[in-house]
């Protein structure tokens, strides 16, 4: 008897992106995969109509009906706990899957077997390059992006000096413009990633904690301390628009970016490194509520937006007098507000 069960579990998050989700769904139809796969959208209770779409375009699709947002991992697990493939693929709905990427991360997998996880090639809308790929997060480098130093340390990247003081060393993920054949890498984006269900099921599904952004990052060093491999693989290809969550919730998803990231330094990083993040954050949002009064630092540029998101241009811009209140927030939550950091 041929075993009817689907090799590859795809699990779609969705919230507020029905046309995006339809056209991601479309775009994996419509691109020929040669393995049985099954799809599963974990609905965030979304206003947009997105479950009746799915029931009508879509009836094949597994659709999981939250009565309220849970967060990005939640909805995932809920996902994976679904999922009868041997693989998970977790997928963003703001994605265009491209041909043969299916079948590329599939085969890898397959044909290593040492390895746990494998991400695709992310590109823009306009077909270029989207960075995916990261180094584990330091202290130095999250102040240098929240303060903006980072725009010119990248500007310097191509420069004779730090080509010069990285030779022979590994180059830090921000120096790569592109990966042109398969490469470990510390984590991916989540935004598509085709994960062994079976270590999932060793070491545990997405952190819950964790109500939106660093999902992968606190994945990566879970893989880590388990000796699992993630790799980026070019060959496979996929379209990320980005931010199309995000964006409707600037400050809310500002705010748990960094969050998060304090929560996966208490638990995976040592009392130092988190104590030296946690005051360097503090600095930096002393240095934006101060800087604010001379007109700086009062547009918050959103991670994972990008430049050649066709959307870009619709992302609602707060009040810059909520921004303002918004940095005292996080530095009041620094300084006295531990209930509002999540705990490991």
Same mark, same amino acid.
């Given at each position: 008897?041929?075993?009817?069960?689907? /090799?590859? $579990?795809?699990? =779609? #998050?969705?919230? +507020? *992106?029905?046309?995006? &989700?339809?056209?991601? @769904?479309?775009?994996?139809?419509?691109?020929?995969?040669?393995?049985?796969?099954?799809?599963?959208?974990?609905?965030?209770?979304?206003?947009?109509?997105?479950?009746?779409?799915?029931?009508?375009?879509?009836?094949?699709?597994?659709?999981?009906?939250?009565?309220?947002?849970?967060?990005?991992?939640?909805?995932?697990?809920?996902?994976?706990?679904?999922?009868?493939?041997?693989?998970?693929?977790? /997928?963003? $709905?703001?994605? =265009? #899957?491209?041909? +043969? *990427?299916?079948?590329? &991360?599939?085969?890898? @997998?397959?044909?290593?077997?040492?390895?746990?996880?494998?991400?695709?090639?992310?590109?823009?809308?306009?077909?270029?390059?989207?960075?995916?790929?990261?180094?584990?997060?330091?202290?130095?480098?999250?102040?240098?992006?929240?303060?903006?130093?980072?725009?010119?340390?990248?500007?310097?990247?191509?420069?004779?000096?730090?080509?010069?003081?990285?030779?022979?060393?590994?180059?830090?993920?921000?120096?790569?413009?592109?990966?042109?054949?398969?490469?470990?890498?510390?984590?991916?984006t989540l935004a598509c990633l085709l994960i062994r269900k079976d270590m999932l099921n060793k070491i545990g599904n997405l952190d819950e904690q964790i109500f939106f952004y660093h999902e992968d990052?606190?994945?990566?060093?879970?893989?880590?301390?388990?000796?699992?491999?993630?790799?980026?693989?070019?060959?496979?290809?996929?379209?990320?628009?980005?931010?199309?969550?995000?964006?409707?919730?600037?400050?809310?998803?500002?705010?748990?970016?960094?969050?998060?990231?304090?929560?996966?330094?208490?638990?995976?990083?040592?009392?130092?490194?988190?104590?030296?993040?946690?005051?360097?954050?503090?600095?930096?949002?002393?240095?934006?509520?101060?800087?604010?009064?001379?007109?700086?630092?009062?547009?918050?540029?959103?991670?994972?937006?990008?430049?050649?998101?066709?959307?870009?241009?619709?992302?609602?811009?707060?009040?810059?007098?909520?921004?303002?209140?918004?940095?005292?927030?996080?530095?009041?939550?620094?300084?006295?507000?531990?209930?509002?950091?999540?705990?490991?």
């Amino acid at each position: 008897m041929t075993d009817s069960r689907p /090799l590859i $579990s795809i699990i =779609i #998050v969705n919230f +507020n *992106t029905k046309d995006l &989700l339809e056209q991601c @769904l479309r775009s994996i139809y419509a691109n020929s995969c040669n393995y049985l796969y099954e799809i599963i959208v974990v609905d965030n209770a979304s206003r947009d109509d997105s479950l009746e779409m799915l029931k009508q375009q879509f009836p094949t699709v597994y659709a999981i009906d939250n009565k309220q947002n849970l967060g990005f991992s939640k909805a995932n697990n809920f996902g994976i706990e679904k999922a009868k493939g041997k693989y998970v693929l977790l /997928l963003n $709905s703001d994605t =265009i #899957v491209l041909e +043969n *990427t299916l079948n590329h &991360l599939f085969e890898f @997998l397959e044909n290593n077997k040492n390895i746990t996880a494998v991400g695709p090639k992310l590109l823009n809308y306009d077909k270029t390059i989207q960075r995916s790929w990261f180094d584990f997060p330091n202290p130095l480098k999250t102040f240098s992006n929240l303060t903006g130093l980072s725009f010119y340390i990248v500007k310097l990247k191509n420069s004779l000096f730090l080509k010069l003081f990285f030779s022979g060393r590994k180059k830090p993920a921000f120096m790569i413009n592109a990966i042109p054949e398969a490469r470990e890498m510390d984590y991916l984006t989540l935004a598509c990633l085709l994960i062994r269900k079976d270590m999932l099921n060793k070491i545990g599904n997405l952190d819950e904690q964790i109500f939106f952004y660093h999902e992968d990052c606190e994945l990566g060093y879970r893989f880590r301390a388990s000796q699992m491999k993630t790799y980026y693989l070019p060959a496979a290809t996929i379209i990320h628009l980005g931010g199309s969550s995000s964006q409707k919730n600037i400050l809310m998803s500002f705010e748990q970016f960094y969050l998060n990231l304090l929560y996966v330094f208490k638990k995976y990083e040592s009392k130092i490194k988190y104590f030296q993040l946690k005051m360097l954050l503090l600095i930096a949002f002393i240095i934006r509520a101060f800087f604010w009064s001379f007109g700086v630092y009062r547009r918050i540029n959103m991670f994972g937006v990008y430049s050649a998101n066709p959307q870009k241009n619709d992302i609602y811009r707060p009040k810059d007098i909520d921004v303002l209140k918004l940095y005292f927030k996080m530095i009041n939550t620094l300084l006295f507000n531990k209930k509002r950091i999540p705990k490991n």
